[in-house]
């Protein structure tokens, strides 16, 4: 092995930067690599092919595809485990091992697991393991240790990951030739487009394949096409980006580094070209055995010389190309074995004769050879082809240490099918056509059968003409389709040993008699084959074993392959981690139509929900979050203050079945709530779990405003919706709430503030009583007034037109100015409610809080219309409680317990802190908290485990803590 790495000279290295070394290790070995090499290509330059072992059989394995397609290439990083060699970018200071070996990668004591094979055919798990009864548990720690899975470490502190949305009108994936060429169209005809490349440059096949004898050309429109691509304001550029499936109306999930972005298209053009197939004939998984287009990548890439002496085996004319590529690099292209009778382009022959190449028609390979010390490719067995999957007798040994190989091409067919396209197969041709797209979704390129240049462009430049149709942006001058000719593959480059070890799926080891017996043992359908054999299971999916499976199963099944299909191909794309599913989501944030006056006002804000609300106010005299909530709430309890309540959701029903509706939605009645009055409204979903709360208003006879929370407002009116496809009620229900704007105004001079600015609604306690609804204006502008309590005082919540908002907080400022009037925010609300007892739902509840749970039993009906969750809180309810929520007292000296701190019963964890403040009007550390029902009566106790692991008693008491007569909201 070289102990220098040996790189060719430019131009070959696209991606890597020969002036920034970076040093790292394998297997305890310094390695060099350049910024922009993979792991893989800087290994490959110091002649280190072997890079992992094989899952079952302990084979040595290298690259096969060098774009991250299968795992050949799985290594062990210090953080993680099976991380793809190909597509790992080197970092200073990187340590790499080695993966699924025991003993050294070299010499891997496990690889002795082959001689035993034909103890472990094909299923032999799902006959061996399951008894005598018990002796799974006995097997699977064995198993599991001998598998090809690597070493977690469980001290690693997960990254930051997070997701965002983007908007678009046009998603192209894959920036190749066509999808270069249709991001350009579309963005011309004045589209918003995103280009989604997996690579770290624009370019796909352009950037490493020879499309013709002279490369130049396609250099040229490499060039061309990345520049404008690059320059073009109208397209947005992902690189280092997979889009990992295809959901419903073209939502589209794009991973890219730590974040997935959740895109949404109006029109989406798969341009991901097409997977280039192994031929399968004995050992053919060797070290040096790789795809022709793996080879190339190599070079143009990361300019790594992928072997002194080839061999390649072709069934298309992609492998003379490539010949022609190698032997410019200085390597000795041995022979050509086309398994073809002759190549579709005489020239390339003329070509490659003119320079001394052999080439063998109607040829394969019938074994690769492995250099008995390296278990490295030092030879292959050429034998004439005789038939389908059968070579003649004898045959010539060539010496190689690079076979390249190209079966022909299938189409990068996961995301259009899990659109729910159809992939046909031509049996005649080999060739596959994509059918039965979804409206919006589109394919270009490779993926459709194109290999010529000026056909890729060409489809490439029409499926953006039909997606600007589509949105409405049709052109004139629209591409028409492209009229080439489409090439066809090889039919059948299997060609099955009596010795075996022809590989059909890397990933897992299985050969071609694996696949031959799993449908002998009756799994005839390809779908269950795959689920007995574990074809197409591993990380590359099927991308090299879905065809080949296919023609086997065909075969063996006596039917044509178009009949027998493929699997079916489901998202993710690619392996995702869970952090990218855990990362934190960004939610498009809003501000009320008081905003301005907040800022002004030195609002410390936060989010709610959608939407920033002030959390407290800076004052000379408060400029910490403690004092100016205290502040805040001792203002609202003795003078009067106002919260901006705009983020409320509002909902309005009309129609003659708008209190049936009411009634099926939420728990209480609502046929006979009189016009002009208000009601809780509490909503349960099927479980019986509270989902949302709020307050009813009859406005009319057949006329409703119902608000909700503010996080739930979109769900509880996505139910309505969704209720009403079902019930067909003659009701109209819209949301409102962007439309209104609204503030709370409370305390004892509240009701003298409001008198000053509405005086054609009697506001005295007899004329406008508690829960009461009135409309009027209020400083002229038209207001819809609500007498509700939720901080537990003399209140109204005033609802005006969204526009009007800021006069109405002007003037009632104004107004108050002699009544000690004073802002408050969320926490200075959130701990006047607490004071109430009054619950916030998803603060707490939880996902499987029922009414009788949180005291809320007052709130449920029986004797009306069955409403949604009826029947779930009636089996709840006859079942033994697990825990209640209970309120608690702590002296005011005592550590204040924060949320999800645990409640105890001895060492058994029963519940924990949903909310918990200190009051200044009680003068105590109040809180709610679940507890187990023995211990939820008022007087008992429940211990806390707070910071630093602390434990306090706290006195359970009965709500409300203040004010328990409701004297003050009743004034």
Not at 30 to 35: L, P, T, V
Not at 918 to 934: D, H, N, Q, V
Request: glycine fraction near 10%.
């Amino acid at each position: 092995m070289s102990k220098q790495p040996q790189r060719l000279a430019a131009p070959m290295g696209r991606y890597i930067d020969r002036q920034q070394p970076v040093n790292f290790s394998f297997e305890g070995q310094q390695r060099q690599g350049f910024a922009g090499d993979c792991i893989a290509s800087a290994l490959l330059a110091y002649g280190q092919t072997t890079l992992s072992r094989s899952f079952k059989y302990h084979r040595p394995r290298g690259v096969l595809t060098m774009a991250g397609q299968d795992a050949n290439t799985l290594v062990q990083l210090p953080d993680a485990p099976n991380v793809l060699a190909d597509q790992q970018p080197v970092a200073e200071g990187l340590r790499v091992m080695g993966q699924n070996y025991n003993g050294s990668l070299a010499q891997d004591r496990d690889s002795r697991m082959e001689l035993f094979s034909r103890f472990m055919p094909v299923g032999f798990y799902y006959r061996a393991f399951y008894k005598p009864m018990g002796m799974w548990k006995r097997w699977e720690p064995l198993i599991r240790r001998k598998a090809g899975l690597g070493v977690l470490n469980l001290q690693v502190k997960p990254g930051y990951h997070d997701k965002a949305y983007l908007f678009c009108d046009v998603m192209i994936v894959g920036s190749g030739p066509a999808g270069m060429q249709a991001a350009l169209t579309a963005a011309e005809g004045g589209a918003r487009v995103v280009l989604v490349e997996q690579s770290p440059q624009l370019g796909g096949a352009l950037s490493w394949a020879r499309f013709a004898a002279d490369a130049q050309p396609a250099e040229r429109e490499l060039h061309r096409l990345h520049q404008a691509v690059s320059e073009h304001p109208g397209i947005t550029l992902l690189l280092n980006a997979t889009c990992n499936g295809w959901f419903q109306d073209n939502w589209l999930p794009v991973i890219q580094g730590t974040r997935m972005f959740k895109v949404r298209a109006q029109a989406c053009i798969v341009a991901a070209g097409s997977y280039d197939q192994p031929v399968v004939f004995r050992y053919n998984d060797l070290p040096g055995v790789m795809l022709t287009s793996a080879a190339q990548r190599l070079m143009h890439w990361y300019a790594v010389k992928p072997g002194q002496r080839a061999v390649i085996l072709t069934g298309n004319d992609d492998g003379y190309l490539a010949a022609l590529t190698l032997h410019e690099q200085g390597v000795e292209v041995a022979g050509i074995v086309d398994m073809r009778a002759h190549a579709t382009d005489p020239t390339l022959v003329q070509r490659l004769a003119q320079l001394g190449i052999d080439i063998h028609t109607h040829a394969t390979v019938f074994e690769a050879l492995p250099a008995r010390q390296t278990g490295h490719l030092h030879a292959v067995e050429v034998r004439k082809i005789s038939g389908q999957g059968t070579v003649v007798a004898q045959g010539e040994k060539i010496n190689c240490d690079l076979l390249c190989m190209s079966g022909g091409y299938m189409p990068a067919w996961q995301l259009p099918c899990q659109a729910g396209a159809k992939l046909h197969y031509a049996d005649d041709s080999a060739r596959f056509t994509l059918s039965n797209l979804p409206h919006g979704l589109y394919t270009a390129g490779s993926i459709n059968g194109w290999q010529q240049l000026e056909d890729v462009l060409h489809d490439g430049a029409y499926a953006a003409g039909e997606a600007l149709a589509q949105i409405g942006r049709s052109s004139a001058s629209a591409t028409p389709a492209p009229q080439g000719e489409l090439v066809g593959n090889y039919p059948w480059p299997l060609f099955p040993h009596p010795k075996g070890k022809e590989f059909v799926d890397f990933d897992e080891d299985l050969q071609v008699k694996d696949i031959i017996n799993a449908t002998r043992h009756g799994y005839r359908d390809v779908q269950l084959v795959k689920r007995f054999s574990t074809v197409g299971m591993g990380p590359s999916q099927g991308r090299h074993s879905a065809l080949p499976t296919a023609r086997l199963v065909a075969q063996a099944t006596q039917r044509s392959v178009s009949e027998t299909g493929v699997t079916t191909a489901r998202p993710p794309f690619s392996a995702e981690t869970l952090a990218h599913l855990a990362g934190r989501s960004f939610d498009p944030w809003r501000v009320t139509a008081l905003h301005q006056h907040h800022l002004k006002l030195q609002a410390e804000m936060m989010p709610a929900g959608n939407w920033l609300r002030p959390a407290w106010y800076r004052t000379t005299t408060a400029q910490n979050r403690r004092d100016a909530v205290q502040q805040e709430a001792l203002n609202v309890r003795n003078n009067v203050g106002l919260i901006d309540v705009s983020t409320l959701g509002g909902i309005e029903l009309r129609g003659p079945d708008a209190a049936e509706f009411l009634n099926r939605m939420y728990t209480l009645a609502f046929h006979k709530q009189p016009t002009g009055k208000t009601r809780y409204a509490l909503m349960t979903n099927e479980q019986g779990v509270v989902i949302d709360d709020g307050v009813a208003c009859r406005l009319a006879q057949n006329h409703f405003y119902v608000t909700a929370t503010t996080s739930g407002v979109a769900r509880v009116y996505q139910n309505m919706q969704q209720w009403n496809t079902r019930w067909r009620l003659n009701v109209d229900i819209a949301n409102v709430s962007s439309a209104w704007a609204a503030v709370n105004l409370a305390g004892p001079r509240s009701r003298d503030v409001l008198k000053q600015l509405c005086t054609d609604v009697d506001l005295s306690a007899s004329a406008f009583p508690y829960l009461a609804y009135r409309e009027g204006h209020v400083a002229g502008i038209p207001a819809r007034l609500l007498r509700v309590g939720f901080v537990g005082e003399l209140g109204y919540e005033i609802h005006v037109p969204a526009r009007y908002a800021s006069g109405l907080w002007e003037a009632l400022m104004s107004a108050g100015v002699g009544l000690n009037i004073r802002p408050f925010g969320v926490e200075a609300q959130r701990l006047l409610r607490l004071e109430k007892g009054h619950v916030i739902i998803g603060q707490d509840t939880d996902g499987m809080s029922h009414p009788a749970e949180i005291d809320m039993g007052w709130a449920v009906n029986r004797q009306k219309t069955p409403f949604v969750g009826l029947r779930a809180i009636d089996i709840l309810g006859g079942q033994a409680a697990l825990r209640k929520l209970v309120a608690f007292q702590l002296p005011a000296d005592a550590p204040q317990p924060l949320e999800g701190h645990l409640v105890l019963s001895g060492d058994a964890i029963t519940g924990n802190v949903t909310s918990c403040e200190y009051s200044p009007t009680l003068k105590a550390i109040i809180g709610m908290a679940y507890a187990s029902p023995e211990h939820s009566s008022p007087g008992s106790q429940i211990t806390l485990r707070v910071e630093g692991g602390r434990e306090l008693v706290a006195q359970v008491v009965k709500l409300p803590f203040y004010d328990a007569d409701n004297l003050r909201q009743e004034l």
